[in-house]
């Protein structure tokens, strides 16, 4: 079967949504640190939906607040500047990926691309790393699936299952199909979004970590996260089998494999707490 033209294909990929210019303003802020959260909050304020979103993600069972948290700048003082920022990107991206037509199950990509972010940045500060960056590296790390099953829905379609008839993960079958996988397409997404240069890499690299060349340390976070996730269930579909956990990721980051059970204990516990946010997000929860 004739591979399509992805490179040429991918020139599409401006139709997709980009994210809301206001994260930029959101994310920038943040980062200030002469910054308030009378000053942050108001960013999101501007965007009447994002901060409804967000209230309601922030009072879902996955923080487990006592009371009820009822303004922008009160949610930023309980949880902090990069709690409300990993909540925003999670929020605008999930918006953003809704507006794109697929059959893709949806609800098992952000459980576990959200699960990966939790244990990214959990890792992250594992190796005494500071935590920016982990979160929406490893949220993101598979957004490449959503774009090639935008592009060819019967096609990737067709990927996953063979991907699951022959127990393999799905990148070996994208290059097979496609002549790419859904990390280097990831990686070019990324960029149309202008995504930190450090956030692309560790999406294109989130298979081949030791390919990255700025910061591959990222790069590794996100490969090990992906992998853990896989031990708690929550993996994902499409994916015939789980990513191999290569020591090298251990090695690169100067982490054992009882931290990583650490991490996976955490994972598990915290389930619970995953799905009400996901519901959150998905207007399901209560």
């Not at 108001?42 to 967000?54: E, G, K, N, R, Y």
């Not at 149309?192 to 294109?204: A, F, K, M, Q």
Request: net charge negative.
């Amino acid at each position: 079967m004739e591979r399509p033209d992805v490179t040429g294909d991918l020139s599409r990929i401006r139709e997709l949504p980009t994210l809301p210019a206001i994260l930029g303003k959101i994310l920038n802020t943040a980062a200030d640190p002469d910054a308030s959260a009378i000053d942050l909050g108001q960013h999101i304020a501007a965007d009447v939906s994002l901060s409804a979103t967000l209230l309601k993600l922030v009072n879902s069972s996955y923080y487990g607040f006592f009371r009820q948290i009822k303004t922008v700048t009160q949610a930023i003082v309980v949880l902090g500047f990069l709690e409300v920022r990993n909540l925003t990107l999670t929020a605008t991206a999930f918006n953003a990926f809704e507006a794109i037509p697929s059959n893709y199950d949806r609800q098992q990509l952000w459980r576990h691309s959200l699960a990966t972010a939790i244990a990214a940045e959990r890792l992250a500060k594992l190796c005494g790393r500071d935590a920016d960056g982990s979160f929406e590296a490893a949220l993101l790390h598979d957004l490449g699936k959503v774009a090639l099953d935008w592009l060819y829905p019967v096609l990737f379609r067709k990927a996953a299952t063979e991907a699951d008839r022959r127990g393999c993960p799905i990148a070996e079958v994208e290059t097979e199909l496609f002549g790419m996988t859904h990390a280097e397409v990831g990686g070019r997404l990324a960029e149309h979004w202008n995504l930190p240069e450090t956030v692309v890499e560790s999406i294109r690299c989130h298979h081949h970590p030791q390919t990255a060349k700025v910061d591959a340390e990222l790069s590794h976070i996100v490969a090990l996260a992906n992998c853990l996730t896989y031990r708690v269930e929550l993996g994902e579909s499409s994916n015939g089998c789980a990513p191999y956990l290569n020591p090298a990721h251990l090695e690169a980051l100067g982490l054992t494999e009882e931290q990583c059970e650490e991490v996976v204990a955490e994972l598990g516990e915290n389930r619970p707490k995953i799905e009400d946010f996901i519901g959150a997000l998905s207007g399901n929860a209560a």
